[in-house]
């Protein structure tokens, strides 16, 4: 079986050193089997599931269709602590082999996660929060860079990435922008040992997105990506045209948000995140399909890189 390895995806038992990675409300069961059948690391997280039963069930489903690994995230401060806490009991009980903690602080997952062999990965977007997660025993940082959906950082890739490496002990996973083999060289280049793609996969024929969603996505351009704090209160990438009218760029941030809660529960529900990759994800297709697509761009990226000549 061909494979691209490094050490981390190696330790997580992966063919391809890539994640699908997990994006509220949209990610679900079925993109982390079709993941996991891609040789990939598929993930959503737990919350996805609207109660501790369904998301016990959504497990139970997983690993009766795939015995290949696969991540849950836990938002930790966005989850109610008895719920985190049963999640991640029923992510020991069912042999979760990774969780991506996010939104808070890892080290109590981490400490229990590890007597059970599990990996822990969290994500961060500055290097003063990457070392306390490397302090809190998280086994690789996911570096989250300039453009990427969801909560997103400003710094640039080029430097994030080797950036971080340079600082830590453990492994550095590259996300933001990443949707084509081309940036997967780039980012195994820069020094990560992963990659962490969430825009690609909302165009993929297995995530739960609305239709019109992911056709926003597929001919979306840099442009129609807006970075504001006014829908959370935390910045994140947004598709412009799904934000209400005074949450774009010239409004002020307290209209933004009046204007959210007025319409109700709209937030990340019908106000879309995706990041500035939508520029290169240009079709729906299913999961195994963009991986054969990433796969083979990674290999014509390497083989067109000139050589030193004498
Ligand atoms: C719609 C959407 C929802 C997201 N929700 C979450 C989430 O619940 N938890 C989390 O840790 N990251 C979340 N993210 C961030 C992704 O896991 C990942 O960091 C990001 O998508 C990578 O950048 P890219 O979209 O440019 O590939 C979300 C991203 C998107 C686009």
């Known amino acids: ?23 509220f409300i949209i990610s679900n069961k079925e993109m982390i ?21 369904a998301f016990r069930e959504a497990l139970g489903w997983i690993r009766q269709r795939t015995d290949r690994p696969f991540a849950i995230n836990l938002t930790i401060k966005l989850t109610d ?25 890892p080290s109590e997952i981490a400490r229990r996660a590890h007597d059970r062999g599990m990996v822990v990965l969290h994500d961060v977007i500055h ?27 400003t710094t ?5 990435y080797p950036y971080l490496r340079e600082h830590l002990r453990v ?14 060289a780039a980012s195994l280049a820069l020094g990560a040992e992963l990659v962490y793609m969430g825009t690609r996969f909302i165009a993929s024929t297995e995530c739960g997105a609305d239709e ?8 979306g351009a840099p442009e129609d990506i807006e970075y504001t704090d006014g829908v959370s209160g935390v910045h994140a990438n947004f598709l412009r045209q799904t934000l209400p009218g005074s949450a774009s760029a010239t409004a ?14 709209k937030k990340w529900k019908d106000i879309w995140s995706a990041g500035q990759g939508v520029a290169l994800a240009r079709e729906v297709k299913p999961i195994a399909a963009i991986v054969d697509d990433v796969v083979r761009e990674y290999t014509e990226a390497l083989r067109a890189l000139p050589p030193l000549e004498d």
């Open 1 to 23: 079986m061909a494979r691209i390895r490094t050490p981390l995806s190696e330790r997580l038992g992966l063919q391809y050193p890539i994640v699908c990675a997990p994006m």
């Open 33 to 53: 089997v079709a993941a996991a059948e891609a040789g990939i690391l598929g993930s959503m997280p737990s919350i996805n599931l609207r109660s501790h039963a």
């Open 81 to 105: 602590p008895e719920r985190l806490q049963q999640d991640f009991e029923a992510c020991i009980e069912f042999g979760v082999p990774a969780v991506i903690t996010s939104y808070g602080n």
């Open 127 to 153: 290097l003063k929060h990457a070392l306390k997660a490397q302090e809190s025993g998280a086994d690789a940082i996911i570096g989250v860079a300039a453009g990427a959906g969801g909560h997103a950082g």
């Open 156 to 160: 640039s890739p080029f430097v994030l």
């Open 171 to 184: 492994p550095v996973v590259a996300a933001g922008c990443i949707a084509t083999g081309r940036q997967m």
């Open 212 to 219: 019109r969603y992911k056709s926003m996505v597929v001919n």
């Open 252 to 265: 002020d941030r307290g209209a933004a948000q009046d204007a959210v809660q007025k319409e109700g529960g």
